[in-house]
């Protein structure tokens, strides 16, 4: 397929920069749920940016292993909700953003928010330029979950199990806080 030129053997300037408006119109389209350019079937433009969003699912997926297994089965539906109008800015980015949309919105998975943490401990993100490693201590949380970095280790805090509330130490009424009551026999 030969490339339309003028006489002098030149492409026109005003082919190209057509040519670049319906290429941007199809990849928004495609990519940030853009309004269909014309002369594209709209069927055929929705399979394929399904396709799409499919593949990106699957990309966020291995970046963020939890936050996709703690959606389970609801995880493409998920994340092709969040991802429909928003253009990629890369899987662990795109990962991160919906972790933190999920935990604003009290959505967020117990092993997502371990995840999140995790992250959040060990690098700095503000939801515009890409993530960069911490250099000082810092403490990410997310949920119920806590992590620390501290000389580039990052270490997630837990809570420890607590007996129940109604386990008394000695029949004297007063609840067991420190769980002897799971060691100490009368």
Do not use: C, N
Request: net charge positive.
């Amino acid at each position: 397929m030969s490339e339309p030129r003028d006489g002098t053997g030149e492409r026109p300037s005003g082919d190209l920069a057509g040519l670049a408006e319906r290429q941007a119109a199809l990849v928004a389209t495609l990519v940030a749920g853009g309004p269909p350019p014309p002369g594209f079937a709209p069927a055929q433009l929705a399979a394929t940016r399904a396709a799409l969003l499919r593949k990106r699912a699957g990309e966020v997926a291995r970046h963020w292993p939890l936050l996709a297994a703690g959606l389970g089965a609801s995880w493409s539906t998920t994340f092709a909700g969040w991802a429909a109008r928003r253009p990629t800015a890369g899987s662990l980015r795109d990962g991160w953003d919906l972790a933190r949309a999920l935990h604003d919105q009290r959505a967020l998975p117990p092993p997502a928010a371990e995840e999140l943490a995790v992250r959040e401990a060990r690098l700095r993100y503000d939801g515009l330029r890409a993530p960069r490693p911490r250099r000082l201590p810092a403490v990410g949380r997310a949920g119920g979950a806590a992590a620390v970095q501290i000389a580039g280790r990052v270490r997630l805090l837990r809570a420890a199990p607590r007996p129940p509330t109604a386990s008394t130490a000695g029949g004297d009424g007063v609840p067991d806080a420190a769980g002897s009551a799971l060691w100490i026999s009368d």
